[in-house]
């Protein structure tokens, strides 16, 4: 999609596989030398853990301040998800949820104007009891508003009542939500720890923006989990 890390080779840390799951763990040390050093001038580590068993798929994340100075934590996933995902199933049987709350007015480069926009009535379903992931155009950038203590995305088959959710963690505090021009073969529900730009805005305060830092040894973890469901 967009962005470098997807790009470039990772090292693997460490594999294994038993009965139970299977577990990667892969990272990236950003210092002198490395491509991503001039987009982001600081020293740290990224460190991503897979792992796969019978309950679903988990993603665990974690940045570890390398360097000298206090640095920010900027991050985001493009995930994508089919719709549809259940064969003989099409795209107007599936109804998804988001914990979205509000819609951030974007300007001509996609970027923060700080105002909001009001949701329309499908928004308010997506927020609410869910509605058809393609029910127009979506390149939309939203704040997040966990939903019984968590920050989701559920997406349902309603032909056969198989369900898939996406539960982020509350850190990550926006959603980017885009549909491939309401396609009607996947969506991006992308969760964002701050907002776009956000070391850029003077006119919103850094909580409300996601927007926070490390100290030099640091880390900030936080952990993603993708599994299925199924409902009558």
């Known amino acids: 999609l967009h962005g470098y890390m997807h790009t470039i080779p990772w090292t693997v840390d460490y594999i294994t596989s038993d009965a139970y799951e299977s577990a990667v763990v892969v990272s990236q040390r950003v210092g002198e030398g ?29 940045i570890t301040n390398d360097g000298k100075e206090k640095m920010p934590v900027l991050l985001a996933f493009h995930t994508a998800v089919n719709a549809p995902f259940v064969p003989g199933s099409e795209a107007k049987d599936y109804q998804v949820k988001i914990t979205i709350g509000q819609r951030r007015e974007l300007d001509d480069r996609m970027l923060p104007t700080g105002a909001f926009q009001p949701l329309s009535p499908e928004e308010e379903q997506l927020k609410g009891e869910g509605v058809f992931p393609y029910f127009t155009e979506m390149d939309f950038h939203y704040t997040a508003e966990p939903q019984d203590g968590r920050n989701r995305m559920e997406l349902t088959d309603t032909r056969t009542g198989d369900v898939l959710i996406y539960d982020v963690g509350t850190s990550y ?25 956000a070391p850029n805005i003077k006119n919103i305060p850094a909580e409300e923006m996601g927007l926070f830092g490390l100290t030099p040894g640091e ?14």
Request: charged fraction near 20%; proline fraction near 4%; charge should be positive.
């Open 219 to 232: 880390k900030w973890e936080e952990t993603s989990f993708l599994y299925a469901l199924k409902r009558n």
């Open 34 to 62: 490395h491509l991503y050093k001039k987009y982001l001038p600081f020293d740290f580590t990224i460190t991503l853990r897979y792992s796969l068993n019978r309950e679903g798929l988990r993603q665990q994340v974690t």
């Open 173 to 197: 505090k926006h959603w980017m939500v885009w549909n491939q021009f309401a396609g009607g073969k996947f969506f991006c529900p992308e969760p964002q720890i701050n907002l776009v730009n």
